[in-house]
């Protein structure tokens, strides 16, 4: 499984998500025009966890998860529904939240970075 795809696999699995976005959910692009909400997730780390022979253990995989909306409140309901679904998961976690806003597009966004350990 390539990085991110367990990610994108667990939310497109969690009903309250699709409830949600649907089958709304993209890594790094989403095509103009799509209805909202809808959520665009991109690596923005890969980090191999590495014995001292070298050996590749583990790997720390961090995406920045963009939760669009028309509005705050649906922005935020996305990104509320993808943290419970992700931690969830007891090894993987949602280490940081933040707000953006597109004044093109008129959209609200709420972006999570998570941690993800494949």
């Given at each position: 499984?390539?990085?991110?795809?367990a990610f994108?696999?667990?939310?497109?699995?969690?009903?309250?998500?699709?409830?949600?976005?649907?089958?709304?959910?993209?890594?790094?692009?989403?095509?103009?025009?799509?209805?909202?909400?809808?959520?665009?997730?991109?690596?923005?780390?890969?980090?191999?966890?590495?014995?001292?022979?070298?050996?590749?253990?583990?790997?720390?995989?961090?995406?920045?998860?963009?939760?669009?909306?028309?509005?705050?409140?649906?922005?935020?309901?996305?990104?509320?529904?993808?943290?419970?679904?992700?931690?969830?998961?007891?090894?993987?976690s949602v280490?940081?939240?933040?707000?953006?806003?597109?004044?093109?597009?008129?959209?609200?966004?709420?972006?999570?970075?998570?941690?993800?350990?494949?």
């Amino acid at each position: 499984m390539s990085h991110g795809a367990a990610f994108r696999a667990l939310i497109a699995a969690d009903s309250p998500v699709v409830a949600l976005v649907g089958t709304r959910i993209a890594q790094d692009r989403i095509d103009q025009g799509k209805s909202r909400p809808f959520v665009v997730y991109g690596i923005s780390a890969i980090e191999p966890q590495r014995m001292l022979d070298g050996t590749v253990i583990k790997t720390r995989v961090t995406l920045d998860v963009q939760c669009w909306g028309d509005t705050r409140l649906s922005a935020d309901a996305v990104a509320d529904a993808i943290t419970t679904a992700v931690r969830a998961v007891v090894t993987q976690s949602v280490s940081g939240r933040s707000t953006a806003y597109d004044g093109d597009l008129d959209l609200e966004a709420t972006v999570l970075v998570v941690e993800w350990w494949e």
